[in-house]
């Protein structure tokens, strides 16, 4: 009763969203649509159906789009020798922001507000969509800040990419309706600064992304404790390389945790 009384809540949020932002593709068809698969990383132009992403360290990634888009996730200043056209940042703590950003990005898009309320981003880049779902965060005293984090949608290519910023708290069913399908995850799997190991471990379960990409650990054994957490439900991969190429042609086996080398 409870699962059927969320998915009609999640549904019922989706048909109160303005008519603009129910053109995404992520929260039109949540539940529904093929999945993707994990493609062999060749360094060639991508196909139409493919996005690129490779992780930077720490909280960055950059998603690279068939046109040649690039987005740094979490940008501090640092992406690999990278000039993104786009960059995401939160507000957690100063590795995840810059207020100095390389005057040559193009969109610099925050994840709080910095004149109060919610941020509100939606726009469209070459052949990416981005948009944000705002997230509470804790002070270093303890005290909730409401919407200081945001967790950022990137749309390309029939993927629905989420990266879940500094996530201090599971999300209800309100932050879920608004995120809708997603085909790969960027988690953060500290379990101090964020939050336990095991609550990350239910938003996860929760999204029902087909890809995790794990970030924001402190050495091995983290990593290997969120890994040991999710590995009865999930396929857990070791990537040789910091690049993969992720496309939507076919169905995977099951979700799939992919540790990205990079750290």
């Known amino acids: 009763m409870i699962a059927r009384a969320f998915v009609v809540l999640a549904w019922l949020l989706i048909a109160a969203m303005p008519a603009h932002a129910q053109v995404s593709r992520c929260l039109a068809v949540a539940d529904a649509g093929p999945r993707l698969q994990l493609v062999a990383f060749e360094p060639a132009a991508l196909e139409p159906d493919q996005v690129r992403v490779r992780y930077v360290g720490h909280s960055t990634f950059l998603i690279e789009s068939h046109e040649g888009i690039v987005i740094a996730t979490d940008f501090a200043g ?15 703590h100063t590795t995840h922001y810059t207020d100095s950003p390389d ?9 709080w507000n910095p004149e109060g309320g919610a941020a509100q981003h939606q726009l469209r880049v070459g052949d990416v969509t981005i948009r944000n779902v705002p997230t509470d965060i804790r002070s270093w005293s303890g005290i909730a800040v409401p919407d200081g984090n945001s967790i950022f949608i990137f749309e390309a290519a029939g993927l629905c990419i989420g990266h879940l910023g500094h996530l201090h708290h599971e999300l209800g069913p309100e932050h879920v309706g608004w995120i809708g399908r997603l085909d790969v995850l960027m988690v953060p799997v500290d379990g101090s600064f964020t939050m336990a190991q095991a609550s990350m471990i239910n938003v996860i379960k929760l999204l029902r992304a087909r890809i995790i990409l794990p970030m924001h650990y402190f050495g091995p054994t983290t990593l290997r404790r969120f890994l040991d957490g999710l590995s009865e439900e999930f396929e857990i991969e070791l990537s040789p390389t910091a690049e993969v190429v992720l496309s939507e042609a076919t169905l995977p086996p099951a979700p799939k945790v992919l540790v990205l080398p990079g750290y």
């Open 78 to 92: 640092n992406a690999g020798g990278v000039v993104p056209d786009v960059v995401t940042m939160n507000r957690a």
């Open 103 to 111: 005057p040559r990005i193009k969109h610099v898009l925050r994840g």
